[in-house]
């Protein structure tokens, strides 16, 4: 299949109610009593662009250069690295991100191309703000910078905290059962591949013949008990 990109989908006006959805998260990296810039606010809101993509959309090649930073406000999104194994690269998931999250490309500033492929798992919408913009308002607007840092920081203590939560599990089943309950939804947005990624090189194989096991425990602990 020949692969589609969204630097070549058409940017829109974001809808209401996902710019509402930007602000909450951009709220949620402030810390207790503080408050949004609204002169940041309105520079980045008057230059956003909203795209709607198709499961398996390229939002970031490797070995390109970024020229957008994202927000997800519907959707999932995957970054994966490229490793050698037995003389190939092979494709491997490294972050899981969804709705609410940003999409702050590694090297967003640097002079070297994005080592990372950024790609959606399921259908999703966008917001984005083309660089310079970007650069602009971390110029303009201490605030930026600080959220900037703040989302970056986040992210990292989210993987280092998955990461324990997966070791101490002691079995492929018990891995499975954690992320259903993380995600409930992952067996339909994520593929077998990403989540064996994701839970550290468990083989898709090992995946798919847990998975009914695994829903079926999901479904008994989320069944209301009989009074």
């Known amino acids: 299949m020949k692969p589609f990109y969204a630097k070549d989908v058409r940017l829109e006006l974001p809808e209401p109610e996902n710019l509402n959805a ?3 998260a951009l709220q949620d990296l402030l810390h207790a009593g503080e408050c949004l810039d609204p002169r940041f606010g309105r520079y980045v809101d008057r230059r956003l662009g909203e795209q709607r993509l198709r499961k398996r959309c390229i939002v970031l090649e490797r070995d ?4 957008r930073v994202y927000f997800i406000a519907k959707g ?9 194994v037995d003389g190939l690269w092979v494709k491997t998931a490294q972050y ?8 702050l490309p590694p090297g ?3 002079d070297w191309p994005s080592p990372v492929r950024i790609e959606l798992s399921t259908d999703a919408t966008l917001l984005s703000l083309d660089l310079k913009h970007y650069a602009k308002a971390l110029r303009r607007f201490p605030q ?5 840092n703040r989302w ?3 992210l990292e203590k989210r993987r280092l905290r998955d990461r324990a939560e997966i070791a101490v599990r ?3 089943f018990e891995q499975l059962l954690w992320l259903m309950e993380k995600w409930p939804d992952c067996f339909r947005t994520l593929s077998d591949q990403v989540i064996g990624d994701y839970l550290g090189g468990m083989a898709r194989e090992t995946v798919a013949r847990h998975k009914r096991q695994v829903m079926d425990a999901y479904a008994k602990k989320r069944k209301p008990k009989k009074m």
């Open 152 to 154: 970056r920081d986040r």
């Open 144 to 148: 930026g910078a600080e959220l900037t």
């Open 170 to 172: 002691n079995n492929a």
């Open 108 to 110: 967003t500033f640097a």
């Open 76 to 84: 999932c999104a995957i970054y994966f690295i490229y490793v050698l």
């Open 64 to 67: 390109e250069q970024p020229t």
């Open 96 to 103: 899981i991100l969804r709705a609410g999250d940003f999409i």
């Open 22 to 24: 930007f602000h909450d």
